[in-house]
């Protein structure tokens, strides 16, 4: 079974501090993924990642940044935490299969509130 | 018109009964999508695949895709209610590695 495993499940933070979020996968997958959930705004995708040191933007990154140093590890870094940055985080991974596309693993996901 | 849509329900089915959920892509050139279940706090996760043509049957579950009518349905037989959760429409964005996720629709299954 693949298994995606995140740092905290829980995790409050001030208002300008520096969050670390780390997720580790155990299945060689290529691809990881860093989304949030918010009520009634379903997954948005913030960053991925298809490589090691290689990332890309997805739809929300502003206020975000990630760091892929090696193929198992992907974190997501909160620069100067916000109060809009309160949510639900959750890590993904996954194999590309061509002609099939992705099977996405979740996290059990880090509740984030910041204050 | 959203790439992948879902109505967001809540969906209400007596325990017992079939459980009929909808979602709609706009790129015809689609040919894989997923199914997630999603329960209240936790995070989601992958319980149907289906490529191409055809039915899919997992169980109670049954996957159709009406590539005509370019809609994709999840069919949940005898309901439970431990199937009560958001079910999470996926389909795969071309040229990258990304999903395109539909809101999600909730699923509530009454003893």
């Known amino acids: 079974d693949v298994k995606v495993t995140q740092s905290s499940r829980y995790l409050v933070k001030r208002t300008g501090e520096k969050v670390f979020l780390e997720c580790v996968q155990d299945?060689?997958?290529?691809?990881m993924f860093w989304y949030r959930q918010d009520p009634g705004l379903g997954l948005r995708l913030i960053y991925f990642s298809y490589d090691v040191k290689m990332k890309e933007k997805g739809d929300i990154p502003e206020g975000y940044s990630v760091s892929r140093e090696k193929k198992e590890r992907f974190s997501l870094i909160l620069e100067s935490a916000s109060t809009n940055q309160t949510s639900m985080y959750l890590c993904a991974s996954s194999l590309f299969r061509e002609g099939f596309g992705d099977e996405q693993y979740f996290g059990p996901g880090t509740r984030l509130t910041v204050t | 018109q959203k790439e992948v849509e879902q109505n967001s329900g809540p969906l209400s089915v007596p325990e017992g009964a079939i459980a009929s959920l909808n979602c709609t892509y706009s790129d015809r050139g689609s040919q894989s999508f997923f199914w997630y279940r999603q329960y209240s706090g936790k995070s989601p996760e992958l319980i149907m695949f289906?490529?191409s043509n055809g039915d899919k049957e997992d169980g109670r579950f049954t996957a159709q895709l009406n590539k005509a009518s370019q809609y994709v349905s999840l069919l949940i037989r005898d309901s439970q209610p431990s199937d009560s959760a958001t079910y999470l429409c996926?389909?795969?964005?071309?040229?990258?590695?990304?999903?395109?996720w539909g809101a999600g629709t909730k699923l509530i299954i009454k003893p």
């Open positions: 289906i490529y």
């Open positions: 299945m060689d997958h290529e691809n």
């Open positions: 996926a389909v795969p964005r071309r040229g990258n590695y990304q999903l395109i």
